[in-house]
């Protein structure tokens, strides 16, 4: 290859692993030790900061410079940005959408008609849920917390609750989830001595942060499902601890994340539901297609028993 498809594959390579030896670079791109040298120097003159390390063990890493240099994108990681890009522009996080839409024209400028191909059949064909209307986070809060989480320093902040009153805590940061078209904090209450999830959007941080912290076993090891628990059941009205009938590997499929399922033994099993309504949740546990017990509440027992008196209304004929 010639010199300037040398040097881009040579930065496309360092881009990819942290650490590359100098013999490895060398075979990737067909030259001597001494060609990887005289282009690892180019790029520092491009302004690329590549470090080097000698003797044994040593090698090459692309470090971190003062200013942004261009990046060698592959096919893969072209639309990957793109459809990146194009989740920002819709708001979800404050501030950052017209940066989005400027950054986003220039790569389409510069796709190939491959790629153009790719992103037009998504911009066409996928169309987003509107849903229900999400409140757009700060930028500034969302990367105090996330910094926080990868300093492993504590965070004090006041927080709204669900009913609208508010409250001040202090907590070990661990990990940021997006569910549901929000962010949420899987963190340990430190006053509380538990894990705790909250909402980044009525999170309002103070300054200055907690002490640094050790980490800790994180509660699930599925922190994506123990969130989508933690705040699906968070919204419920109404809720029951019911008994199935039924293995529960033959129900767990038909459950949403927020569903809590406990084996009792090979044929039964427990879940934790819940709804808007009782009328909701009579309905939703018809549709379990198993034989249950629940255990109150007495609204949904008296909603259980209408519904079983209007089925058997609709078959007397």
Known sequence: MDASTRLLRLLSLLQVRPDWSGPDLADRLGVTTR?????????????????ARPGVGGGYRLGAGASLPPLVLDDDEAVAVVVGLRTAVAGTVAGIEEPSVRALAKLEQVLP???????????????????????????????????????REALRFDYRRHDGSQTSREVEPHRLVWW???????????????????????MHPRTPDGPRFEPRDLPDDDIAAYVARGAGSGMWDVASWVTVHAPATSIADRLPPAIRLEVVDDRTCRIEVGADNPHMLAVYLGMLDADFEVEGPPELVRELRNLSDRYDRATRR
């Open 113 to 151: 008609s491959r790629l153009r191909h790719w992103v037009d059949t998504l911009r066409t064909y996928v169309v987003p849920s509107a849903g229900s209307p999400t409140p757009p986070i700060d930028i500034e809060i969302l990367m105090k917390v996330a910094t926080a989480c990868r300093r």
């Open 35 to 51: 060609t990887v040298r005289n282009d690892v120097e180019r790029l520092r003159t491009l302004g690329y900061p590549v470090s």
């Open 180 to 202: 549901l078209r929000r962010w949420y904090l899987v963190a340990w209450d430190t006053e509380r001595e538990d894990w705790r999830t909250f909402r980044i959007d009525r």
